[in-house]
């Protein structure tokens, strides 16, 4: 029977967070022949698609996320060369390539903002959000940057303050006018033009901002260490229904390319809102990123309780979606230690929903503390010491024993420091070793695979378990087949689910060893008759 989803239903992403993934030249810092020599890495694991963060030349003041040219490679990461040689390489390996879109805010040393700071009549004066100073001089209203510190900078020269919902240096694009809308989906096309297979859209929900410019409302919730752009709701700048339109209109260009192409839309909202970016119709994004696992309690029932509210709100033929992870959120295995972060791998890729793996999970890596001399991220510097800086989750990953951990051959420090363990957790050593992380990983994608229960099937909780155990079906309509999860997200020994009595074994265990007559501290399990001429992988 011919198999109706399409490759990113299917399928499984890979973030690769190029500055930290793999250096070719020496400079200490990631580089697209890096991502190109580390593609077999990507091929054994088994995942479907990379999603690269951005890539375009940038000034870096935020690492790329400012861009100052939607259409060309900065040199720091090669060529358009490179670029189309790495598309290549990677679909003769079949897997897809996701670039990372910012259509929010463009640098401001992009050509569009220095010819609209030029003057107050410039024709792009327009292409960004100039507003007037409040009448006792200052900014505007009372919007802040996410980055801390107010959203409006003042340019001295033409008397107006610019809007910017992150840094100064990323000044909002006006996404009201027409030619910045013309503009922004060209640069989709010639990306489209080149072969991706989509984007992962970034900060969608700051898109477009109240054309009164009212005040943001006080937030009762705040408190002292949170992050001071909390301080107020964001409700005027934030998840405004017209970012719908924009959204469908990027829809319509990818959707005019043969393929398939995918939109995957960054927007951390509570699920309702959330919904809404599938679009009328689902009009919208395929993939509206789910970050709830990043913020539930890591409690059996409330991740359950997740799951299920999330399946419900989801709009009729709406395809779910799952992230652990990713270069701005802290670590799997430092959020819920490394015994978890073994169930969390199960979970991520037991759910019905293309999961998103961030680059070094598959290692376990943890958050690196960054000496305050070596702090790079913005966000850190403006707003020190409440853990906000996201360097921690972006060092260098970890390929092997020798120096650098096989990052980078440069003399000189890389751009961020190693882990301090890397000479023993890095991918060479965990390839080696049956029962590491990676081959947990390998294993999980491989089961996936080959189970279309897991990947396409639906998704059943199952009641009357522990406390602390998470246990559900899932299963293929198409052949009544059956799979059950059991996740011991505790420290104490569980019975297996007794819906698992009867039916089948212990295909794959987190813990690599076949498994056991019950559910160990910290295992999770995946329960089914062994397949037809499948060997398992536990
Ligand atoms: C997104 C990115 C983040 C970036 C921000 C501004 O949240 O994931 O890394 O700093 O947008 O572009």
Redesign the pocket.
Known sequence: MPDEHAWWQRGVVYQVYPRSFQDSNGDGVGDLPGILSRLDHLAALGVDAVWI?PIYPSPMA??G??VSDYTGIDPVFGSLDDFDRLVVAAHSRGLRVIL?Y?P??SSDQHPWFVESRSSRTNQKRDWYVWRDPAPDGGPPNNWLS??GGGAWTFDSATGQYWYH??LPE?PDLNWRNPEVRAAMLDALRFWLDRGVDGFRV??IH?LIEDAAFRDNPPNPDWKPGMSPARRVVRARTMDLPEVHDAVAAMRRVADGYPGDRVLIG?A?LPIDRLMAYYGADLSGFQLPFNFHLLSTPWRAREIGALVERYEAALPPGAWPNWVLG???RSRVASRLGPAQARVAAMLLLTLRGTPTIYQGEEIGMQDVPIPPERVQDP?ERNVPGLGLG?DPVRTPMQWDAGPNAGFTRAKAEPWLPLAPDHAAVNVSAQSADPRSMLSLYRALLALRRTEPALSVGSYVPVEGVAEDVLAYERRDDATGRRLLVALNLGGQERELPRAASGRGRVLLSTCLDGGAARLRPDEGVVIGEPAAGVSSPA
């Open positions: 963060s935020d690492f996320y400012d990372d910012v929010n805010h996410e980055f919902a992150y990323q970034d900060a700051h960054e951390y990713n270069h701005d966000w996201r």
